[in-house]
């Protein structure tokens, strides 16, 4: 009863493991750098903004200040975090090209409404403190962020130009 069983040649389990112990060092190795660009880039943010609150004593400068260093370094940390995920996209242009075609196609509306923050950024026919009205909603702007922007209400069933609170 010499029966012979057909088995795995240690040298092809030792090349699989090697693979995917490398693979899995890769992996590690990318979340710690994405940590670490992620804590950079908050402790950058934390010190600008200590520096910007002691030297500008205007709010609405501080406001500004606070809002265009998140957007800066939001962008810096997606380019450098997407460039340690994608190595295999060895041109910085090529990866931007194939990023824009695929945000432009899933992403059609968001797209619009980041061009329509870009406009409200750009050409500014409003600013926070301003009143407006849109449509049958009247208010003093309160925010601008990246998909919408905040109204204090005045108005409506409090019969002055006060606001109501909500």
């Known amino acids: 009863m010499n029966s012979q069983q057909p088995s795995i040649p240690d040298e092809n389990l030792s090349r699989m493991w090697e693979g995917w112990l490398t693979g899995m060092s890769e992996f590690y190795m990318n979340m710690l750098e994405s940590l670490a660009v992620i804590l950079v880039l908050i402790l950058i943010r934390f ?30 940390g997606f380019m450098i975090i997407g460039r340690i995920w994608f190595e295999g996209v060895s041109s910085l242009a090529t990866f931007l090209g194939i990023l824009t075609a695929g945000v432009a196609i899933a992403l059609r509306d968001p797209l619009v409404d980041m061009a329509g923050w870009v406009f ?26 990246l998909f919408k922007f905040s109204l204090l209400e005045i108005g409506n069933w409090v019969h002055a130009d006060q606001s109501t609170g909500r």
């Open 47 to 76: 010190a600008l903004l200590r520096v910007v609150n002691r030297n500008i004593e205007d709010n609405t400068a501080r406001y500004r200040w606070r809002k265009n260093v998140v957007y800066i370094l939001s962008f810096a």
């Open 120 to 145: 409200l950024l750009w050409k500014k026919p409003f600013e926070v403190g301003d009143r407006i009205q849109v449509a049958e909603d009247r208010g003093d702007v309160i925010d601008i962020r």
